[in-house]
Each structure stands twice: as structure tokens, then as C-alpha cells.
T-cell receptor
């Protein structure tokens, strides 16, 4: 069974379009995250949700909107896509944001977004 | 701004050698430290975490933490070509435990 899954794996779209990426985890974790990894491999956190509530919203354009219908799902919707949005987007989950020094991130397989 | 610094490499070592990967961090309040391995085109996966000063060993991997000098390192003994990957250092500060990732060090183990 896949622990953290994302769809789609690849996404190619035109500038100005709106797209969504879905994420699901079956680990029973309370916290989920979205990361962006650019072409230089820099992994930067975008959002964190704990029990369906937004905890962290790093400085990302408001064209990016996360939605968490339940604690097992965290979707990412992107409006008016731009060339600079091209990257790999990783969903991740962890047991509990506050609970443990050893709180480990479990990553999904990633979604490679290409904006043309 | 919390920063985590890693030499991007690539670090090239022969098979069987010890690979030493280093990471420095700026936030003295940092409490836990993680090493992730990321193969090309794949997602990061945890290798080890450490939160006490000193060494922590797990098989061929040893993590070393020195909070006074604000660095953490990962040693890989008997390096194998299958160890060739990018190694990401992640640091959690107190409070939210949201990790800050370094840019990663590319390791190449050649036969």
C-alpha cells in the first residue's frame, strides 16, 4: 500500500491555466505539507496543515490555495499558472507537528509541473 | 532567517571508501536534525535523525551532531554505487517542528 500518494505524476499546461494536484496519506498522520522543489533541488515548504487546519503558510503567491477536506487529504490548487511555477511539488505527512523531536516527514512521489 | 547550508557537490568517492557529508545551520535553537536521501527523479526518504550531541550509528551510516559548532554530518562507510544520490539535511527548530531543508549534496560513488 502506498503511504503518501499524489496525482497526477506529471502535469503539462499552458500559462494562465488553473490546475489542481491531489494528495492522500493512509498513515493516519495528523499533519500534511506541500513542498516545492525547484530545478536546483532546493526543497521549500509552502503549506502545512494539522488536523485540517492551516498552520504554516509560507510566503507563496495567493494563486496557490491548499484545501484539506479531511486529515488524510491535502490538495493544492493553482490559479493563473506562470512559467516560474514549473517545479516538482511534493506532498508529505508526519505524525504530529508538535509532538516529537523525531517527527519524520514521509514524502509522496512528487508531481512534475511544467508550464509552457 | 533560519538557514541550512550544504555544499552542493558533487562529492565523488570510490567504492568502498567513506563518504562524509556536512551541514551547518544558523538557528541555535534547533533541536532535531534529519538526513534524507533523494535519488534522481524520486522523493526524499529518511535515512537518520539525531537530536543529541555525539554520534548515532545505523548500519553503514553514522550521523554526528555538534550543537556548539552548529554542524551535523553524515558518514557513509563502505560506500556503494547504490549510495549515489542527493543527500538533504533538514533541521527542526523548537516550537513548530517544521523542518528547514538544505539544498542537498550530490554524492557519486564510482566503481
Amino acid at each position: 500500500d502506498t503511504a503518501v500518494s499524489q496525482t497526477p505524476k506529471y502535469l503539462v499546461t499552458q500559462m494562465g491555466n488553473d490546475k489542481s494536484i491531489k494528495c492522500e496519506q493512509n498513515l493516519g498522520h495528523d499533519t500534511m505539507y506541500w513542498y516545492k522543489q525547484d530545478s536546483k533541488k532546493f526543497l521549500k515548504i509552502m503549506f502545512s496543515y494539522n488536523n485540517k487546519e492551516l498552520i504554516i503558510n509560507e510566503t507563496v503567491p495567493n494563486r496557490f490555495s491548499p484545501k484539506s477536506p479531511d486529515k488524510a487529504h491535502l490538495n493544492l490548487h493553482i490559479n493563473s499558472l506562470e512559467l516560474g511555477d514549473s517545479a516538482v511539488y511534493f506532498c508529505a505527512s508526519s505524525q504530529d507537528l508538535q509532538a516529537s523531536l523525531a517527527d519524520t516527514q514521509y514524502f509522496g512521489p512528487g508531481t512534475r509541473l511544467t508550464v509552457l | 532567517q533560519k538557514e541550512v547550508e550544504q555544499n552542493s557537490g558533487p562529492l565523488s568517492v570510490p567504492e568502498g571508501a567513506i563518504a562524509s557529508l556536512n551541514c551547518t545551520y544558523s538557528d541555535r535553537g534547533s533541536q532535531s536534525f534529519f538526513w534524507y536521501r533523494q535519488y534522481s527523479g524520486k522523493s526524499p526518504e529518511l535515512i537518520m535523525f539525531i537530536y543529541s550531541n555525539g554520534d548515532k550509528e545505523d548500519g553503514r551510516f553514522t550521523a554526528q551532531l555538534n550543537k556548539a559548532s552548529q554542524y551535523v554530518s553524515l558518514l557513509i562507510r563502505d560506500s556503494q554505487p547504490s549510495d549515489s544520490a542527493t543527500y538533504l539535511c533538514a533541521v527542526n527548530s523548537g516550537g513548530s517542528y517544521i523542518p528547514t531543508f538544505g539544498r542537498g549534496t550530490s554524492l557519486i560513488v564510482h566503481p
